[in-house]
C-alpha cells in the first residue's frame, strides 16, 4: 500500500489539528510516549515534529506534506508548495499575530525608537529582516522562552505571538507594531506533487480539511411549513444558498432545509415557530464541500 508520509504538528497546533482531522473523517490517536500517531487511514504516515521545523523537513523530502503556520514558513525561507490556506489556531478560528510590544511605561512610540535598542523573538530571523527593511539597526536575540517577562528587564522590546491580545495585558505590555499576521498552512513539495497517487491523496486530504472547516459555527435546520407561510420563513432564512423545498404528502405543507450559523439559530427559531413552522430539528455538520 502507497503512503503519504505527514509531518503533523506537535505543540499548540497539536489538539486542535486532532480535532479538524476528526471533523474532516480522519480519527487520530497520538501516545504520551510515542512521536508517530495512527489513524483510522491506512494510506497516511504521520510523525509529530514542531512547527518550527516542519517547512524545512516537508522542503527536503522527509515528509511529503505537512502542517504549519505561515509565521514558520517565512522564518524558514523554506522552499514549499503551500496546498490551501486552513484557518485556525490553538484556540479559535482567527488569525494569530506577531507583535512588537514594550513595557506600557516605556517612552518607545514606533519601530524607529528601537535603533540601538535590544529586542527578543523566537522570530529571529524574520524579526532581522523586518528591522533591516525599515532601516533599524538594533541587537536582536533568540529567546528561549518566557519572552514577556524579558520586556523592560532583560530587553527594551520583544517580538511576540499573540491571538487575543491578553496575555500581553496580563503582563502590562503595550503592542508597539503589528508585524506579521499567519494561519495555518498545509504544505507539500514538488516531488510528491509530481507523484499522481500522493498528489490527489494531498488534494483530497485538503478538500476535506477545509469541509470540515468550513462546517465550523455551521449547523442544519430541518422544518415543515404551511405552504401559505413559505415566503415570510424564506425571508428569515440566511441560508447558504437558497433553502431546499419539498413537497409532503398534504400538499398544503412543503419540507424546508438550510444551512446557516449557529449564532444565528436561537434568534430565529422562536420567530419560525410563530409564523407556524413545525417539527424543526437543528443537527450539527461535520463538513461542506463547495
Not at 113 to 126: P, Q, S, W
Not at 209 to 235: F, H, Q, R, T, Y
Not at 238 to 257: F, G, N, Y
Amino acid at each position: 500500500m502507497e503512503k503519504l508520509k505527514l509531518g503533523f504538528p506537535k505543540g499548540s497546533l497539536q489538539d486542535s489539528t486532532v480535532e479538524l482531522f476528526k471533523k474532516a473523517g480522519i480519527r487520530i490517536n497520538i501516545s504520551s510516549r510515542s512521536y508517530y500517531p495512527v489513524s483510522d487511514d491506512d494510506e497516511l504516515e504521520m510523525m509529530l515534529v514542531r512547527s518550527q521545523e516542519m517547512a524545512k523537513y516537508v522542503q527536503d523530502g522527509f515528509f511529503d506534506a505537512g502542517l504549519t503556520g505561515y509565521d514558520w514558513i517565512c522564518e524558514s525561507d523554506a522552499r514549499i508548495e503551500e496546498v490551501c490556506e486552513l484557518s485556525y489556531a490553538k484556540s479559535g478560528f482567527r488569525p494569530v499575530r506577531w507583535v512588537l510590544a514594550v513595557p506600557e511605561y516605556s517612552e518607545i512610540k514606533s519601530i524607529k525608537d528601537l535603533h540601538g535598542k535590544r529586542i527578543a523573538t523566537e522570530l529571529l530571523n524574520y524579526t532581522k529582516k523586518y528591522f533591516a527593511k525599515n532601516k533599524v539597526e538594533a541587537k536582536i536575540e533568540f529567546s528561549w522562552g518566557a519572552t514577556e517577562a524579558k520586556a523592560g528587564k532583560l530587553v527594551d522590546a520583544i517580538v511576540e505571538l499573540t491571538e487575543t491580545g491578553s496575555s500581553l495585558k496580563a503582563n502590562k505590555l503595550r503592542i508597539v507594531e503589528e508585524m506579521l499576521t499567519s494561519t495555518t498552512r498545509f504544505i507539500t513539495n514538488a516531488k510528491a506533487l509530481g507523484d499522481n497517487w500522493k498528489r490527489e491523496k494531498i488534494e483530497s486530504l485538503a478538500m476535506l480539511l477545509k469541509g470540515a472547516l468550513a462546517a465550523e459555527n455551521m449547523v442544519g435546520l430541518k422544518m415543515n411549513v404551511p405552504l401559505e407561510c413559505l415566503d415570510k420563513i424564506m425571508s428569515l432564512l440566511p441560508a447558504l444558498k437558497k433553502p431546499t423545498v419539498s413537497q409532503l404528502a398534504d400538499k398544503s405543507w412543503i419540507a424546508l432545509e438550510a444551512i446557516l450559523e449557529e449564532k444565528t439559530v436561537k434568534k430565529i427559531i422562536p420567530a419560525l415557530k410563530r409564523l407556524g413552522a413545525m417539527g424543526i430539528i437543528e443537527y450539527p455538520l461535520n463538513k461542506i464541500i463547495y
